[in-house]
C-alpha cells in the first residue's frame, strides 16, 4: 500500500498523508510491520519480511519531500503488539492488539530503521529474513542466514534521508548516528555486492 501511495504525493496529497499514518498505526512495537490487514479489524500478517517496515521512513520522506509538510512527522500513532515470530515461523495470520503507547511518525520511522539495523549478517548486509521486495526469495532467507544487497541499497537510501531530516529536526545524535551507519554499509555493500 505504501509503494502505491507514492503515485499520489502530487496528485491528491492528503489521500497520501492518510494512508502513510494508516501504515504506521499497523507497526508492532519492536518495528516489523503487518504484511497485509483486513480492515476495520486489523487482522492480518506479520511477517518476516526484510523490506515491509523501510517503506514507511522512505514513503513519509517522498511526502515531505513532494509537499514541503514536514509536520506529518508530527501525527502520533499506535502500535501493534503480539508474540514475536518463533524461528521456525516465517508468518503468523493474527489479530494483533493495539498498544496504549504512541509514538509520532518520525518515531515510527526510526524504529523501523533501527529495526533493520539490528538485523545484519555476517557480511554487514541486511538479513533476507522471509523474503525482501522480490517476494520469490523467500527461501534465501531461511534459517535467518541470507543476506539482501536489495535491502541493502534500499536501507542506506533511507538512512541517509533519515539522516537529513533528523538533523533538520535538531536530532543531532541520530543525524550523525545514520550518517555512520549508511557510511558502514556503502562500504559492505560496495566490497560484496559487486
Not at 19 to 43: E, N, S
Not at 47 to 73: C, E, H, M, N, R
Not at 93 to 116: F, K, M, Q, W
Not at 154 to 162: A, C, D, G, S, T
Request: charged residues 25%; aromatic residues 10%.
Amino acid at each position: 500500500q505504501l509503494q502505491d501511495v507514492m503515485a499520489l504525493v502530487h496528485s491528491a496529497p492528503a489521500l497520501a498523508r492518510e494512508q502513510i499514518v494508516r501504515a504506521a498505526a499497523r507497526q508492532f512495537v519492536a518495528g516489523d510491520v503487518q504484511h497485509w490487514w483486513h480492515p476495520p479489524t486489523g487482522r492480518g500478517v506479520r511477517t518476516k519480511f526484510s523490506d515491509d517496515y523501510l517503506w514507511l521512513p522512505f514513503v513519509a520522506d517522498q511526502y515531505i519531500v513532494a509537499t514541503g509538510d514536514a509536520t506529518i512527522f508530527d501525527e502520533r500513532v499506535s502500535y501493534l503488539e503480539s508474540r514475536p515470530l518463533a524461528d521456525d515461523e516465517a508468518e503468523r495470520y493474527e489479530l494483533p492488539s493495539v498498544t496504549h503507547e504512541r509514538g509520532t511518525l518520525y518515531e515510527h520511522c526510526n524504529r523501523a530503521i533501527d529495526r533493520a539495523l539490528g538485523r545484519m549478517g555476517p557480511h554487514g548486509l541486511p538479513l533476507m529474513g522471509a523474503g525482501d521486495w522480490n517476494d520469490g526469495m523467500n527461501m534465501v532467507g531461511d534459517a535467518g542466514r541470507g543476506e539482501s544487497v536489495w535491502v541493502g541499497w534500499f536501507l542506506h537510501v533511507n538512512l541517509e534521508r533519515m539522516a537529513e531530516l533528523a538533523a533538520a529536526r535538531g536530532d543531532s545524535g541520530r543525524a550523525e548516528r545514520y550518517c555512520a551507519e549508511a557510511a558502514r554499509l556503502r562500504a559492505a555493500l560496495e566490497q560484496h555486492a559487486w
